[in-house]
Nanobody, 131 residues
Framework: QVQLVESGGDSVQAGGSLRLSCAVS????????MAWFRQAPGKEREGVAA???????KYINSVKGRFTSSKDNAKNTLYLQMNSLKPEDTAMYYC?????????????????????????WGQGTQVTVTS
């Protein structure tokens, strides 16, 4: 069974940085596309960053230039480096995974930040940014 466990969430001041980690077990990590999502109170869950099996990345506009997603296949771990944090980044952050079969470049470009595309989810880690 696939398990995803996030860590690294914290409360920081605006302008600060955090690095989230997502430890993955139960499958061949390198064969899964991964993503980070977030959900603020009263809002829908939104895709923040996605990373494909070949390491390509995609970000929503509001975090471009501030967030960086990466992965270490040897450690079965996904990361999200978050810099220049803003109060509007406050949310519960989740990592998610889906098998890469049938999901090539077109899928990554058009659907990799869609919630419904992912089968496996972590429990979330809270990020709070104070002004």
């Amino acid at each position: 069974q696939v398990q995803l466990v996030e860590s690294g969430g914290d409360s920081v001041q605006a302008g600060g940085s955090l690095r989230l980690s997502c430890a993955v077990s139960g499958h061949i990590f390198s064969m899964y596309s991964m993503a980070w999502f977030r959900q603020a109170p009263g809002k829908e869950r939104e895709g923040v960053a996605a990373i494909s099996i070949d390491g390509s990345t995609k970000y929503i506009n509001s975090v471009k230039g501030r967030f960086t997603s990466s992965k270490d296949n040897a450690k079965n771990t996904l990361y999200l480096q978050m810099n220049s944090l803003k109060p509007e980044d406050t949310a519960m952050y989740y990592c998610a995974a889906t098998h890469s079969d049938g999901r090539g470049a077109w899928w990554f470009a058009l659907r990799s930040l869609n919630t419904g595309e992912y089968n496996y989810w972590g429990q979330g880690t809270q990020v709070t940014v104070t002004s």
